[in-house]
């Protein structure tokens, strides 16, 4: 049972950062907000779930499996994530790439306190503690100042060249012109070693300049991940399953009017509007899985959406399931998503781990929790540094879409666009 608190705040921005602050004495601490940003779908503004009670750590051997028993039987708040490399639970995948970060596949934890935090209102919920640490709690956060360091700038590294990406693409072309696939999200790493930062202090500044509906501060002992991601991954409404895949980037100008000409650029785009509509076709096909009869729909295709750093085309597909269906199958039957692998998915997939040269890890794979009564909310992990403090080694990768209409040097145009924040907030 779950001791409830509820209390109003003066001013959500300021408290938030007390929060996250504060959370950083814990083992483990999940951090999610939306800043504010507009959308259809959202039930918080930010959340903070902190110290496990339970947790489940595990490699993506039957780790779907495990993590069905352990939703199932734990029937509470669940945090954590699923890394991009649960695909060989789920198709006959391997991933032999380097592996500088060394993230478990899976993990998810049941805290012992969690904050929800809507408008001026921040709910507390504590699992089997008293009244009394709630309130002390309260004011401990309440009264927290950051003390602020300059950071020093890291020396980024580029694990594959842009002569070798180029020549990378080049052969992925040759696969879809051959006909294997029609489309396949290449990344590649960029990465820092021996290196010590604030995890927190990062994490801000990347939030900051971005401001994403789905940001995200993880913490699990040594391993971080700081991500500023726009794109949801998959929702669950009681019935109701929302997949939101982002597909087609453009960039922003300060200037008004270049920048709503970019966002028509984007709009009237046919390589980026068939990058979108075939993922969409790829989402509706894994929706379908669980779905009742006729219920996949899309409820809007190639919306433009702008973020601070780009604007971005978002489909929003949905669907119905049985209520018996167990959630975790829905997540199983859709995973990885399709906006970062490609299609077909599983050749998308096998051509990926040829061409690319580190184990994506936990990028590309997914954040989120289930609620109590078996909803949940996973964005995906992009535009986002990870970092295993143990071993000093940060790693972020980007990536872009590749199809029949690409041209190499522009898809790594796109690639250091979408890197532009991550090498700010480092530099």
Not at 250 to 274: M, T, Y
Request: glycine content about 4%; aromatic content about 12%.
């Amino acid at each position: 049972m779950r001791t409830l608190l509820s209390k109003q705040i003066a001013n959500s921005k300021t408290f938030k950062n007390q929060l996250l602050g504060w959370s950083k004495q814990f083992r483990e601490v999940i951090f999610l907000d939306s800043n504010q940003y507009h959308q259809r779908y959202s039930d918080y503004d930010c959340v903070l779930a902190v110290e496990a009670f339970t947790s489940i750590k595990t490699d993506y051997h039957n780790a779907f499996e495990d993590l069905k028993q352990y939703q199932s039987q734990a029937r509470d708040w669940l945090f954590g994530y699923l890394s991009y490399d649960l695909k060989n639970d789920v198709e006959d995948l391997r991933s032999n790439n380097f592996d500088g970060l060394q993230f478990a596949d899976l993990f998810f934890f049941q805290p012992k306190k969690i904050f929800l935090i809507k408008n001026n209102t921040v709910e507390i919920q504590y699992l089997r503690l008293c009244d009394d640490e709630m309130e002390e709690d309260f004011k401990a956060i309440l009264s927290y100042t950051e003390t602020v360091h300059h950071q020093a700038s890291q020396a980024i590294q580029q694990r594959i060249s842009k002569e070798n990406y180029l020549a990378k693409v080049a052969r992925m072309l040759e696969y879809i012109h051959r006909g294997d696939i029609y489309e396949a999200n290449f990344c590649m790493e960029f990465f820092a070693e021996n290196v010590t930062i604030n995890p927190i202090e990062i994490y801000s500044k990347l939030n900051s300049i971005s401001k994403p509906p789905f940001a995200v501060f993880f913490k699990n002992n040594d391993h971080f991940l700081l991500s500023a991601s726009p794109e949801r991954y998959l929702r669950k409404e009681g019935t109701k399953i929302i997949s939101q895949p982002i597909k087609g980037t453009a960039k922003r100008f300060n200037d008004s009017v270049l920048d709503e000409k970019a966002k028509v650029d984007l709009v009237q785009n046919p390589k980026e509007r068939s990058e979108n509509i075939m993922i969409v076709d790829l989402v509706r096909n894994d929706l379908s899985r669980t779905a009742t009869k006729g219920s996949v729909q899309v409820e809007e295709l190639c919306g433009i959406y702008s973020f601070e750093q780009v604007h971005q085309m978002i489909s929003t597909i949905v669907s119905e399931v049985d209520t018996a269906t167990p959630v975790v199958d829905i997540l199983r039957t859709t995973f990885p998503m399709g906006s970062m692998t490609g299609a077909p998915k599983i050749s998308a997939m096998k051509i990926i781990e040829e061409l690319e040269e580190t184990k994506r890890s936990l990028y590309s794979g997914a954040v989120g929790y289930f609620t109590p009564n078996g909803d949940f909310d996973f964005n995906v992990v992009i535009r986002s540094i990870l970092y295993n403090a143990q071993n000093r080694y940060l790693s972020f990768s980007v990536g872009s879409a590749i199809t029949s209409q690409a041209v190499p040097e522009q898809e790594y145009e796109e690639c250091l666009l979408k890197a532009k924040a991550m090498f700010e907030v480092l530099k």
